[in-house]
């Protein structure tokens, strides 16, 4: 990019003169804010390595794995952010986050950790009271300002979204020309990259607290709802429709990356799960059809047709946006599924002829092309046919866990695991 004064003469000379101006207001203002926010967050830093680390390790209050779990690379953090604030002070602004940027493997070790650090921190507080005890003592230090441990412990997730916006900024105003414009630009990529880390965890413990709320109101363990790769994306009550012609009955229905839950309410004068749910069918969204019909409730609502390999389910709902939303939410589930599912087959099929070959060469005569293809034909249906397992249902046959599939660990194709 040029800065040079072009062919409009003085006015054009002043127009990018102020330009510059401006772009080196901006680009100040972001340096003096990112340099005051760096040396408060090394001394933040520090009073946790001090205060904490370093004590407990003397003092022998926490065993070694309890101190890692709870402040893992915090104190590598802490030595990496001082060399960096060292440059920062001194303006090198590009120079400085070219030497920080291949540390932040510190950051992703320890934002990958800081949901257990939070559970483990939380069990030593309950369980010993002379770890409590220093804590307190600890945080009533005049340095710490009120601060608590928990607060402190969060500081280097907060940093690096911090660091994303400054570095934007300073991207934003200053010159492609020079050659610190390539060093901040190499930080902004480096950094964006750990926050999206960042922003994954926080969607995985999100999800993961969602799946052990709705297995918490789940009466007994035979619904198995926590698995892996298992997301949940939402619930509420249908009204679902016998095939017989009978009233429809109101059905509690949870829907997740890769089944649908249906559940009963238990009986309010039930001692202990009278808030709870009695888990009756679960639904692979596999091989599932999503269909709305209309026309069956005079412009209120609608009616949605799923259909199952080995069942087909009515569900009507009086409320139209609420029954758009399941429309699609269990459309837009099915078709993720099963793209992923064709990928998984597809990437078979392109192992297998390499494993075919190996074997080909320690027994020619075991190659058979018609047997091979009716092996992949019946793998292939399957996979395909996977019914629905139920609870507490009138059929007389019930899913056991020998006959549940294996569950991968990105994503789940077939029903739930019954304990």
């Known amino acids: 990019m040029s800065f040079s004064c072009g062919p409009p003469g003085p006015l054009g000379c002043t127009s990018i003169q102020e330009q510059r101006e401006r772009w080196e207001r901006k680009r100040s203002r972001t340096a003096k804010e990112l340099v005051k926010t760096e040396q408060r967050y090394c001394q933040q830093l520090e009073l946790v390595t001090t205060y904490f680390v370093e004590i407990l390790k003397a003092k022998g209050t926490l065993r070694h794995d309890i101190r890692e779990s709870i402040f893992s690379s915090i104190k590598a953090i802490h030595s990496v952010n001082q060399s960096l604030l060292v440059h920062l002070e001194n303006g090198y602004f590009g120079r400085g986050f070219d030497q920080f940027c291949p540390h932040l493997h510190h950051y992703n070790t320890y934002v990958d950790n800081i949901y257990n650090a939070s559970k483990v921190l939380g069990i030593q507080l309950k369980k010993n009271k002379a770890f409590r005890r220093f804590k307190k003592l600890q945080e009533a ?25 400054f570095l934007q900024d300073l991207a934003a105003n200053t010159s492609p020309d020079i050659p610190e414009f390539q060093q901040i630009s190499r930080a902004v990529t480096a950094v964006c990259v750990v926050s999206q880390r960042i922003q994954k965890n926080v969607q995985c413990h999100e999800n993961h607290l969602q799946l052990c709320r709705v297995q918490k109101l789940l009466k007994g363990r035979k619904t198995k709802v926590l698995a892996a790769g298992r997301w949940y994306i939402r619930e509420g009550w249908l009204n679902m429709v016998p095939p017989k012609g009978a009233d429809a009955k109101p059905k509690m229905f949870f829907l997740f990356s890769d089944m649908l839950l249906q559940a009963k309410r238990c009986s309010p004068l039930h001692p202990n799960n009278g808030e709870k749910f009695a888990g009756q069918h679960a639904y692979p969204l596999q091989d599932c059809t999503v269909e709305k019909v209309f026309g069956h409730t005079r412009s209120k609502g609608g009616l949605l047709s799923l259909t199952f390999p080995r069942a087909k389910l009515l569900l009507m709902s009086s409320n139209q946006e609420d029954l758009n939303d ?39 005569s075991s190659s058979n092309p018609s047997r091979k293809r009716s092996m992949l034909s019946t793998e292939t249906g399957e996979l395909a046919q996977e019914p629905s397992a139920e609870w507490e249902s009138s059929s007389p046959k019930r899913m056991k866990q020998c006959d549940a599939p294996e569950q991968s660990a990105d994503v789940s194709t077939s029903s739930c695991v019954i304990l």
Do not use: G, M
Not at 151 to 164: A, E, F, G, M, S
Not at 346 to 361: G, M, V, Y
């Open 141 to 165: 230090r005049p340095e710490f300002n009120n601060h608590k441990l928990e607060d402190l412990l969060q500081l280097p997730v907060q940093r690096i979204d911090q660091y994303k916006h």
């Open 326 to 364: 399941w429309y699609q939410s269990l459309s837009s589930a099915v078709r993720k599924l099963q793209s992923q599912t064709v990928v998984q087959q597809r990437d078979e099929l392109c192992r297998r002829p390499l494993r075919s070959a190996a074997s080909n060469h320690d027994a020619p």
